[in-house]
T-cell receptor, first 112, second 115 residues
């Protein structure tokens, strides 16, 4: 039982490049989330999903897109990376009736 | 609007001393409250949660928190801190299903433990 896993762990991009972060969970959770963590700002919600094929915007969605084609996977895409997107990205999942969220280990992204 | 305030950015305590980390929240409905801990380079781990009932909740690693509705607070406490408790601690509010169980996090408090 791996819980929540994230791929890759580290990535360096040049401005304007694109990439996709993959999150996978094996707990059969209905809900999944993408956050970014910046110093002194806690975690801010980018996008979330309440089920396969559904996504919704969070607090800071601009510049990101997501897809949830399978229940266990939640992808975060950056179409044209900007230095302001340098951050640590966390994925989380949770059950519809359990309210708490389980976090992956994070992806450290640097955009130069 | 939902918000969480953690007034202390950094706290330093001596090993063996008691600890209290402050958390104040603003939420339109009955809040669900959480404390998470993040060790350096790691993800977040749930310490404890409050949904309803007894306002003093026990968590893992010897931590407890008390919900005080009149003060909109959910402070985290530990009677005797260990060096391994050095980490960043996040308070969060939310989790209601009608809002996708979304959580709003505070900015975090970094705990340093001196020997």
């Amino acid at each position: 039982n791996a819980g929540v896993t994230q791929t890759p762990k580290f990535r360096v991009l040049k401005t304007g490049q694109s990439m996709t972060l993959l999150c996978a969970q094996d707990m059969n959770h209905e809900y999944m989330y993408w956050y970014r963590q910046d110093p002194g700002m806690g975690l801010r919600l980018i996008h979330y999903s309440v089920g396969e094929g559904t996504t919704a915007k969070g607090e800071v969605p601009d510049g990101y897109n997501v897809s949830r084609l399978k229940k266990q996977n939640f992808l975060l895409g950056l179409e044209s990376a900007a230095p302001s997107q340098t951050s640590v990205y966390f994925c989380a999942s949770g059950g519809a009736h359990s309210y708490e969220q389980y976090f992956g280990p994070g992806t450290r992204l640097t955009v130069t | 609007a939902q918000s969480v305030t953690q007034p202390d950015i950094h706290i330093t305590v001596s090993e063996g001393a008691s600890l209290e980390l402050r958390c104040n929240y603003s939420y339109g409905a009955t809040p669900y409250l959480f404390w998470y801990v993040q060790s350096p380079g790691q993800g977040l781990q749930l310490l404890l949660k409050y949904f309803s009932g007894d306002t003093l909740v026990q968590g893992i690693k010897g931590f407890e928190a008390e919900f005080k509705r009149s003060q909109s607070s959910f402070n985290l406490r530990k009677p005797s801190v260990h060096w391994s408790d050095a980490a960043e601690y996040f308070c969060a509010v939310g989790g209601h299903q009608e809002y996708g169980n979304k959580l709003v996090f505070g900015a975090g408090t970094i705990l340093r433990v001196k020997s």
